[in-house]
């Protein structure tokens, strides 16, 4: 079972979001998915929940218990963590343990990559991180490429140390699928797939 986290200790990012998109594009593919939602605001269990009447529903789980990992079922296949907002290292140790990968959603204004540098700065002083034994990866999100401010947070973006692995466009479409329990992977409209390609960097990480 490989488990994705997604974490940042600034609210708003689109953390939600990503959780909810990686967990869809993984129950639409056939995988036994389950969502593990740490956010006391249950966003994503909410977004879970309307999906339920789908062919690729998602399990979602109350991550906010301790003892969470309990009721995640023995066949789940794929495992995605919809971490706390605010959350840092400290408050993250078990999801930590048990990930495979953390994604850390990033937004091109001063205060949300002020705020990321100083979340990534206490992630890499958890063990498996510092061994290079769980990979971290950033997710450049609500991006306006024809902007400077966009090109311009992307660029410091790949000086950091970890590698960007997704550049996902600003929509409202986001916004609407989540209010429906859906995601981009549930529609084939050419408007949609130019979105869904934004995706595919992830995707292939994640893969690895």
Do not use: C
């Amino acid at each position: 079972m490989k488990t994705v986290l997604v974490a940042s200790s600034k609210g708003g990012v689109g953390k939600t979001t990503i959780a909810t998109h990686l967990a869809a594009q993984s129950a639409l593919s056939g995988l036994s998915t389950v969502l593990v939602d740490a956010d006391p605001q249950a966003s994503s269990t909410r977004w879970a929940e309307r999906r339920a009447g789908l062919q690729s529903a998602v399990l979602p789980i109350d991550g906010t218990r301790r003892s969470w990992h309990k009721a995640v079922p023995e066949d789940a296949q794929r495992l995605v963590i919809d971490a706390a907002a605010g959350a840092m290292r400290d408050d993250l140790d078990s999801h930590l343990e048990a990930a495979d990968a953390v994604v850390v959603p990033v937004q091109p204004s001063v205060l949300d990559m002020d705020a990321t540098v100083h979340f990534l700065n206490s992630l890499a002083k958890h063990p498996r991180v510092r061994k290079g034994q769980l990979r971290v990866g950033l997710v450049g999100n609500r991006l306006k490429p024809w902007t400077n401010a966009s090109q311009q947070a992307l660029d410091l973006l790949k000086q950091w140390p970890y590698p960007v692995v997704a550049q996902l466009r600003d929509s409202q479409a986001y916004v609407m699928l989540t209010g429906l329990g859906k995601s981009l992977f549930d529609y084939q409209s050419a408007q949609v797939r130019d979105h869904q390609e934004d995706w595919q960097p992830l995707l292939r990480w994640l893969k690895k």
